[in-house]
């Protein structure tokens, strides 16, 4: 390992492997993948920023690694931040013109993390205006491109942590889930994408779309790597009054015995019938997506696993819910955005009061998708359409929650698409809410439950050539099943492969 390819194609594991054994230093390794998004991101726009303290961060822990300081497993290697993040030193957006510039004060949580176990913070990547979408269409700055086909769309909200992996800018990235963001990107990039037990990952310093769905995870090119991150950012933080204090299992050991052990036999999986295409939306279910799936699901069941069909009726109503509870937090959210706190101020020509104000300066900072959706949750807020609207998807939430803890009776795992088509052409939803809306169908259930979801590739769909993805979710605290059966079938289909799927992804630059 040493050429710039080489660097920048190799896992997590093996980068942090390769700089403990002082085989490569850090700021190779991170000037390497420097290099590699100038030469590509002028094309796929996965960073909104590029830090300039990177190589002073990796030259840092390079001394500190020379000295004989025991950093975290890994150390030494270069991670892309989500420009939802808070982070001290680079501005922190949230993809939307009203925070235009803002630096934080201070770093979220799972940034403080992996900063101390001496990762070193490469930029933050472009998302849809504050997690809002499923195309990164929506982004303020400007549409990020797929790796796999520019002329696609790299999935919703997290495009830019997806496509810096896809695009080997990054070794690893931090994305956030609210309703699929890190799973379905990953899903249409051809990457490993999971979105912890709610409260799993400390909230504190992730600009919050909906708090009882938001939740931060890893986003990687293999199940092994993906783990090691939620290692080092996971567990308790007494700054989000959700963080739960449980003591968690190593998720990178549970992975590497997924990897090893061979077979998985006992393990229960359930295929959601309401999340393929033989459930009631199943013509929304691209044929290469089905196919693939269902490959993935016979590679299961010869190693063992047991596969058995669930029903989750209420799922069918899990969009329709999570479109009025998800706006209306959002709504109450992004009120903070007042023109006075943060951010931008625009102020009417020749003056105007408070009120004036705050109404320029949120005409002006947010898009077009960010009002309709303060619009939306404020109306089903509203004294007279509470009960009708708000309550009544609250009370769905809690038949989902119950579908969940059913299926579980008779599945160790519950198993479906991670997105029901491939990377769609950039431009083609973007003036069809409803039609972005669909992309969630299979994901949104896990928020609404709080339960974990990892989503990996099962190969490129005949029809287009692109990657197809397959959602693995259980129960809550759960989130070691998802790293031992994910490494299980990683491992299973790059047999078949001949190694990981993206060595089959095109050349850029
Ligand atoms: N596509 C979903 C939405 O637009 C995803 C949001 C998210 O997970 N941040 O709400």
Known sequence: MSTASELTRASAADLAAAIAAREVSSAEVTRAHLERIGAVDGDVHAFLHVSEAAIATAEEVDRRLAAGERLGPLAGVPVAIKDVLCTIYMPSTAGSRILEGWVPPYDATPVARLRAAGLVPLGKTNMDEFAMGSSTEYSAYGATRNPWDLTRIPGGSGGGSAAALAAFEAPLALGSDTG????????????VGVKPTYGGVSRYGAIALASSLDQVGPVSRSVLDAALLHDVIGGHDPRDSTSLRDAWPSFADAARRGAEEGTLRGLRVGVVRELTADGPTGDGFQAGVTQRFREALGILADAGAEIVEVDAPSFDYGIAAYYLILPAEASSNLAKFDSVRFGLRVTPPGGGTVEQVMAATREAGFGPEVKRRVILGTYALSAGYYDAYYGSAQKVRTLIQRDFAAAFETADVLVSPAAPTTAFPLGAKVDDPLAMYLNDLTTIPANLAGVPGIALPVGLAPE?????????????RADDRLYHVGA?????????????LHAQAPALG
Do not use: H
Not at 464 to 476: K, N, R, T, Y
């Open 180 to 191: 699929g963001s890190i799973r379905q990107p990953a899903a249409v990039t051809g990457t």
């Open 464 to 476: 287009d050539g692109l990657p197809v993805g397959i959602q693995f979710m259980a129960p809550a």
């Open 488 to 500: 299980a079938l990683e491992r299973l289909l790059q047999e078949r492969w001949g190694g990981p």
